[in-house]
Structures are given as structure tokens and as C-alpha cells.
């Protein structure tokens, strides 16, 4: 019932326990009203996505992209190592020449150019239910921190293949078949390709060899999806693959697939 109001009744509004205006999250794409929320103390990410309205019927939850400041920091320092670490092999290689060293230090220095393009995203591997209910009963029903961004990407119905293939290119998504599939697709992998180590960036952040033995079976394909053809570092004599190289491929998969869906 409304209250009725009478001359000189006074009307006191209390701010809301634990309420500050000054930590915030960003929602971005498929939830009913995306903008920055301001958020309580101990708030966690199904109640602010509530507050938001949920999921629109397009959200593609599986792609959804969760990113934090203080991650970005790390994944920052981190992503320097990777930039010296790989100065640091060009110049050792600046101390020899030879026709094979040059085509190596020019596929090094393509590779760097690459590198210096790419900003860390802060992402954090995530999987939303299918319902907000669902969520707060997950491990992913997460405490919000200050800047926090979560977006959630229409629905997607393609792989992605990239790197040696002779097309890289999307292919639309079919449940009934597997990485082979899709890189046949792309054309096939070139004469460059190293097919052993060939990996996945799931639409979710994850990321696994297609690969996986004998005696395993090999991972398993989704929608939105990435399928990474490396390139066979043992082309190139000069260059002893070591794990930075490794590292800053995964580093330029990782992402390309996290600023596919942002």
C-alpha cells in the first residue's frame, strides 16, 4: 500500500549496506541492459548479471569473455618476457649469417612483429551455465573485483582454422566431425606446417592439444572455436625450438582467439 504523506513528515533513504559507487563491472553485449553497474562488497557475478536482466536469447555463453585488471598486469609482465626473450635469440642470431640463419631471422622477425602488435587481455577462463540460477550454484559464480568486464558474444556457428594451412578461413560448425575436418577445409596444412602439435583455443579460453596420443582420444571441436597450424620450427636448423618459441606461439593463439569474441 502507498504510505500517505503529511506536512512536515520527514522521508529518510539509507544507502545501501556495503554500497560503493567507486568499484564497478562493465557487462558488454548479450544481456538485457549491458552498461558499468556499481557493485556491493563480496558481489558476485550471477547477482550483478540478474541485476542486468540475464541473458539474451543469442548469448553465446560458451564464448563469453571475463576479464580482470590485476590478471591484465601479470599477463602484461609476462607478455615483456616473452618480447625480450625473443630480442634476445634475433640477436644472438645477428652474430652469424648465412642464408639459412637469414630465412630464420626473417621468420623471426615477422614473428616479433606479431608479438609487438598484441596487448594483454586479462582473460580469465570462464564457463556460464545456461541460467542464472545455474550460476549461483558454480565455481564461477566469482566475487566481483573493481573493473571487471564481462562480455558475452552473440552466438556463433563457426571454426576458425589459422597459421599453416594453404586458406585459413571459417568453416561452419558441424557436430559430427572432428579437427581434421576443419583443417582439410582450410585446405590442408602447407609444406611449413608442424601437424604433431597442432591446438585448440576454445571459445572459452582454454586451450589443448587436437592431438593427444594413441592413446587418447583427440580434442574435441565447438562452435567458436580456433584450430592453431603451427609452424615446423625444425625447418629452420639455426633456430633450436626451444620452449620461449613455444610459448609465444601459444602466447599469439591465446590471443587472437580472446580478441576474436571482444
Known amino acids: 500500500d502507498k504510505l500517505k504523506l503529511f506536512p512536515d513528515d520527514k522521508v529518510t533513504i539509507f544507502t545501501i549496506p556495503d554500497w560503493d559507487e567507486s568499484v564497478q563491472i562493465t557487462l558488454k553485449g548479450e544481456v538485457q541492459f549491458p552498461g558499468i553497474y556499481s557493485i556491493r562488497k563480496g558481489e558476485r557475478l550471477a547477482s550483478v548479471i540478474e541485476r542486468a ?3 539474451k536469447e543469442e548469448a553465446f555463453l560458451y564464448g563469453a569473455v571475463f576479464s580482470r585488471e590485476d590478471v591484465k598486469k601479470m599477463q602484461q609482465v609476462a607478455l615483456e618476457k616473452q618480447r625480450d626473450d625473443l630480442n634476445n635469440i634475433l640477436k644472438s642470431m645477428l652474430a652469424t649469417s648465412s642464408k639459412e640463419n637469414n630465412q630464420a631471422l626473417q621468420l623471426l622477425e ?5 608479438l609487438d602488435d598484441i596487448n594483454s587481455t586479462g582473460r580469465i577462463t570462464i564457463d556460464l551455465p545456461s541460467s542464472v540460477n545455474a550460476l549461483k550454484e558454480s565455481i564461477y559464480n566469482i566475487v566481483i573485483k573493481n573493473g571487471d568486464t564481462l562480455f558475452i558474444p552473440k552466438k556463433e556457428d563457426s571454426v576458425l582454422v589459422m597459421g599453416e594451412v594453404y586458406n585459413p578461413t571459417s568453416i561452419i560448425y558441424n557436430p559430427n ?8 577445409k582450410a585446405g590442408g596444412s602447407n609444406i611449413n606446417a608442424n601437424d604433431d602439435n597442432i591446438f585448440i583455443v576454445h571459445a572459452n579460453g582454454e586451450t589443448e592439444q587436437l592431438y593427444k596420443g594413441l592413446f587418447s582420444s583427440n580434442a574435441k571441436v565447438l562452435k567458436g572455436d580456433l584450430i592453431i ?3 615446423d620450427f625444425s625447418l629452420y636448423n639455426s633456430i633450436e625450438l626451444t620452449r620461449d618459441l613455444t610459448d609465444i606461439l601459444y602466447k599469439l593463439a591465446f590471443s587472437a582467439a580472446a580478441l576474436k569474441n571482444i
Open 229 to 231: 597450424v603451427p609452424l
Open 53 to 55: 536482466g540475464g541473458y
Open 110 to 114: 615477422n614473428l616479433k612483429g606479431k
Open 177 to 184: 566431425e572432428n579437427g581434421d575436418f576443419y583443417i582439410d
